[in-house]
Nanobody, 125 residues
Framework: QVEVEESGGGLVQAGGSLRISCTVS????????MGWFRQAPGKERDFVAA????????AYADSVKGRFTISREGAKNTVYLQMNSLKPEDTAVYFC??????????????????WGQGTRVTVSS
């Protein structure tokens, strides 16, 4: 069983930066592709970013390209989402998810096998 836990959410002003983290346990981290999704109140869960098992390939939603960066640190079993130039519309609960069985359709939440409980990010205007 893979356990996924997010941390680092909070309140930040528009234009500011925030880094959220996701720690994974229960499976070799190097075998897992990882993704971030977000869900705003009353909206569906949307893809934000993903990274493959080696870190050599990343994918981003158009809405965050150039502002957000996903990375991973194997020694800490952790994936990060660095968020810069934040906007009020980035306000959401951010979820981290893991792919164990090799799916590559990163934008589809059904590709992911394990999910965290989410961390809330609020961007004030």
């Amino acid at each position: 069983q893979v356990e996924v836990e997010e941390s680092g959410g909070g309140l930040v002003q528009a234009g500011g930066s925030l880094r959220i983290s996701c720690t994974v346990s229960g499976r070799p981290f190097t075998r897992l592709a990882m993704g971030w999704f977000r869900q705003a109140p009353g909206k569906e869960r949307d893809f934000v970013a993903a990274i493959n098992w080696s870190g050599s390939d990343t994918a981003y939603a158009d809405s965050v390209k150039g502002r957000f960066t996903i990375s991973r640190e194997g020694a800490k079993n952790t994936v990060y989402l660095q968020m810069n130039s934040l906007k009020p519309e980035d306000t959401a609960v951010y979820f981290c998810a893991a792919i164990q069985y090799g799916g590559t359709n990163y934008a589809n939440p059904n590709t992911y096998d394990y999910w965290g409980q989410g961390t809330r990010v609020t961007v004030s205007s």
